[in-house]
């Protein structure tokens, strides 16, 4: 047993001061310090130094840590643009990723206070790496190929990703399954993945209306993707509309990626199937695909969380810079309500979508805390001060074990 004695403890709706936590693998008690110490007469004791914030570990729930490699090889601020670069470098991106080029961008993720993320994995080469990691992973084999002729050998391989992830067998690690998107996955593809996700109770992720070619194709079987569905898959109509491809997820509670040009409708159907939105900012931004409408997604009360994306698409897999960045993006919200927002969106509301007992310092939740160092006492504008500041983290711990 350990405890821990903050000045200040960050919960999603208050700030605790003078108490102190318990902890092994779970929190185990809240309350003043020389409670705790009677209770526990031989845990190991630290009290930290004044101005010191106890919060939730943060999660970082899609990040493509294959892609890890790109810095400048692939192309800015138009969609179609950054994929035909993506097609073009893929050779020297993938292949240029290796062990130590993912374990790097993992250890910055625990650097930046990142104690879990969400791994979309495309060919599952980052598999190893993200069995070491340190954090809790959600690892989600990703399923792509819109391609009928293709379906039994894309599936068969995806199959052996799952069967791979599956095999890993540490705390912490949980195997899962993603749909890369609407306009890539072919429908016999998607039913077949949908029935073992619903089987063994896997999360489940995809990328949903992301940018306008997108949206026009899956509409109009047109727009930007009509050049690239004809010239390089010999394919002139889209395998499914976005409303046959949300049919496949309903009662799954999904974690939809991106959303920016979603209709009403749709999100009506997020709404009532009670998935949620990863909201990525700076990727939206830089692959030219506008900004989410935030407050259309609170009035239809879906729950939204934040993420990097991979550096495919985003120069860091900071999750502070990534909220400092929404926080200037979405002027359409109040300042201090959006930090707030932001705070718990990778926090309590991440895991709640993960469905990770974590995310808050709070009895019986997993050990994924931080101790950041304030410069003076906190006031009630706390959560945009967090987000601005990047304040020192001087701890890690996940599940109890102190990771920095
Ligand atoms: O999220 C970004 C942008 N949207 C879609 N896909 C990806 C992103 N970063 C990497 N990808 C991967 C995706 O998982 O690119 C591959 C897929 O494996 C092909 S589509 C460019
Ligand atoms: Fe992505």
Redesign the pocket.
Known sequence: MQIISPNYILTPNTLLTDLAVAFDKTIQKIAPLEELQKEYPDAEVAVLEKNSLLMPGLINA?V?IE?SANKTNLSYGDFMN??YS??ENREELIGGCDATCMSKAIDAMLESGITTFGA?S??GMDLQACAKAVQNVVFFN?L?GSQATMADALFGDFLSRLDASKSVAREGFHPAV?I??PY?VHPILIKKALGIVKNEKLKLSA?FM?SEAERNWLDSSDGDFKDFFENLLKQNSAVSDSKEFLEHFNGSNALL??VVKANEEELKTIASNKHTVIH?PI?NRL?GNGALDLNALDKQNINWICAT??L??NYSLDLFEEMKCALFMHSEMPLLELAKKLINSVTINAASALNLNTGEIAEGKNADMLVLDLDKEPTDELAIHLILHRYNISKVYINGKQEK
């Open positions: 899609h493509h892609f950054w994929l993506v097609i979309i495309s060919h990703e792509i993603a890369h998107s890539s990328h992301e990626t991106h990525c990727s692959l994306d991979g495919s698409s």
